[in-house]
């Protein structure tokens, strides 16, 4: 069965859908240079209704310990996703300082994209594959971008990762059948302009999600 992660949810109608439609994981971007950005008070507003049916996730940028810190006394989310250019070592203070799980997304285009993930062994739960962002994009995920799906096969991995990137209703039982993914995460697929989440859209891929 494969498990889903809606990222970027600013809105209690489009967290409720996630909600309902049977989301494992809901993100939650703090980030200010993302169109999805949710200050973390805000957020800790809006997820509260997620606690207990689904895994709260933050969704960092290289933070600084002070961002940690409030993320992780006002927001408490379950995982940070740490979406930047952080080393495992980083990772394990962010560990130490929030309590939280870790999600470690590594931007892939090719083969050799591949090189770091040993590294994650014994610091990430869930490694993320996401698409490398286009040359001179200002984010460094939610954009819509994908990668060879096959480069996931008959890879062994360290911990059960998320497949991420480009995927959307349409593509998605695709992606799941041709990466052979335990996880996938979805942002600017469910939306209806960018940071717009709509709710059919994420009821659609979720759908498709279970029949996966
Ligand atoms: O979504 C953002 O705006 C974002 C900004 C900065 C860092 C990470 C961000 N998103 C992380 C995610 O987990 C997205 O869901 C992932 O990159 C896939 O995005 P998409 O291709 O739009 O489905």
Do not use: Y
């Not at 409720?16 to 805000?42: C, M, Q, T, W």
């Not at 309590?99 to 040993?118: C, N, Q």
């Not at 993320?128 to 799906?149: C, I, Q």
């Amino acid at each position: 069965m494969t498990l889903a992660k809606i990222c970027g949810l600013t809105t209690p109608e489009t967290l409720d859908a996630a909600l309902h439609g049977g989301a494992a994981f809901v993100g939650a971007v703090v980030f200010e240079k993302s169109p999805r950005h949710i200050p973390p008070l805000h957020a800790a507003t809006l997820f509260d209704r997620a606690r207990g049916k689904a895994k709260i996730v933050a969704v960092l940028v290289d933070p600084d310990d002070a961002l940690l810190t409030e993320v992780g006394l006002i927001l408490r989310p379950d995982l940070i996703q740490l979406h930047g250019h952080e080393t495992p070592q980083r990772a394990a203070e962010v560990r130490r300082l929030t309590g939280a799980g870790i999600i470690k997304a590594l931007p892939i285009r090719t083969e050799a994209d591949f090189a770091s993930v040993p590294e994650w062994a014994d610091v990430a739960d869930h490694l993320l594959f996401d698409a490398k962002p286009p040359e001179g994009s200002s984010l460094p995920g939610g954009v819509g971008a994908s990668f060879d799906w096959s480069l996931m096969q008959n890879r062994a991995l360290p911990a059960c990762w998320f497949l991420a990137g480009g995927l959307e209703p349409q593509n998605i039982t695709e992606a799941v059948r041709i990466s052979g993914a335990p996880l996938v995460d979805v942002s600017s697929g469910v939306e209806s302009a960018p940071g717009v989440k709509d709710p059919d859209l994420i009821h659609a891929f979720l759908e498709a999600v279970s029949r996966s």
